[in-house]
């Protein structure tokens, strides 16, 4: 996950509410739009897209699911 200067994050932080998965979607959607504006139609210009929402992706899991998932697994008991 890149760790941008608070002051460049200020450019790009969202002034609105995101209350579904729908929106959140079409929000992410754009905003690969927008990155994609003036390159080239390619493979690599829509892998480097994709390969950033996935890292987003990983980054959500790593610090948000995995540790609920361990606390889930300590209060239920392990599957293996």
Do not use: W
């Not at 608070?6 to 609105?16: A, I, K, Q, S, W």
Request: proline share 5%.
């Amino acid at each position: 996950m890149p760790y941008i200067p608070e002051l460049v994050r200020e450019n790009y932080d969202l002034g609105f509410a995101i209350h579904d998965a729908g929106t959140l979607t079409y929000v992410l959607v754009k905003a690969a739009l927008r990155y994609m504006e003036g390159e080239p139609r390619s493979f690599e210009t829509y892998a480097k897209a994709i390969g950033a929402i996935e890292c987003a992706k990983a980054e959500l899991y790593r610090r948000l699911v995995a540790p609920y998932e361990d606390i889930k697994r300590e209060q239920n008991g392990d599957v293996f």
